[in-house]
């Protein structure tokens, strides 16, 4: 029996994931370590960007969902605003905590990679049972 969580849309969401983290990644670190943007609008910066991507690969590709409605793309927005605020406000006080005796810029690029990781798993699980949930 295969498992609901685990299978082969998880792979297809990893892979799509890996070309998120190049754009949406590589604006959020350029924004903050280049540009000198906050972190949080670095770490937003990240998933418009991303997001943008990931809405249309990850609903024709990963979950192959062939409806189309705004109240989809609702759905989308919400998991990702709900999984942003979950992911890096529990990254950013943990590696302050944990990185307490290193410098604010150390501890923030910490806390968005650690952000990255909780928003990825988060969002999974959103886009897989919520966004994109099969009828």
Do not use: R
């Given at each position: 029996?295969?498992?609901?969580?685990?299978?082969?849309?998880?792979?297809?969401f990893?892979?799509?994931?890996?070309?998120?983290t190049?754009?949406?990644a590589?604006?959020?670190?350029l924004l903050?370590?280049?540009?000198?943007?906050?972190y949080?609008?670095?770490?937003?910066?990240?998933?418009?960007?991303?997001?943008?991507?990931s809405?249309?690969l990850?609903?024709?590709?990963?979950?192959?969902?062939?409806?189309?409605?705004?109240?989809?793309v609702?759905?989308?927005?919400?998991?990702v605003?709900?999984?942003?605020?979950l992911?890096?406000?529990?990254?950013?006080?943990?590696a302050?905590?944990?990185l307490?005796g290193?410098s604010?810029?150390?501890?923030e690029?910490?806390?968005?990679?650690v952000g990255?990781?909780?928003y990825?798993?988060?969002n999974?699980l959103g886009?897989?049972?919520?966004?994109?949930?099969?009828?």
């Amino acid at each position: 029996m295969k498992s609901k969580i685990i299978n082969n849309t998880l792979v297809k969401f990893l892979a799509v994931g890996v070309l998120n983290t190049i754009i949406g990644a590589g604006t959020m670190f350029l924004l903050y370590n280049l540009a000198h943007a906050s972190y949080w609008l670095s770490s937003a910066a990240n998933y418009v960007v991303g997001g943008i991507v990931s809405f249309f690969l990850n609903k024709y590709f990963t979950f192959e969902s062939k409806e189309w409605s705004w109240s989809q793309v609702w759905k989308f927005v919400l998991n990702v605003t709900v999984c942003y605020i979950l992911g890096y406000g529990l990254a950013k006080p943990l590696a302050l905590k944990a990185l307490a005796g290193q410098s604010v810029k150390v501890q923030e690029n910490v806390a968005m990679l650690v952000g990255m990781c909780l928003y990825t798993g988060f969002n999974y699980l959103g886009q897989k049972f919520f966004a994109f949930k099969k009828k």
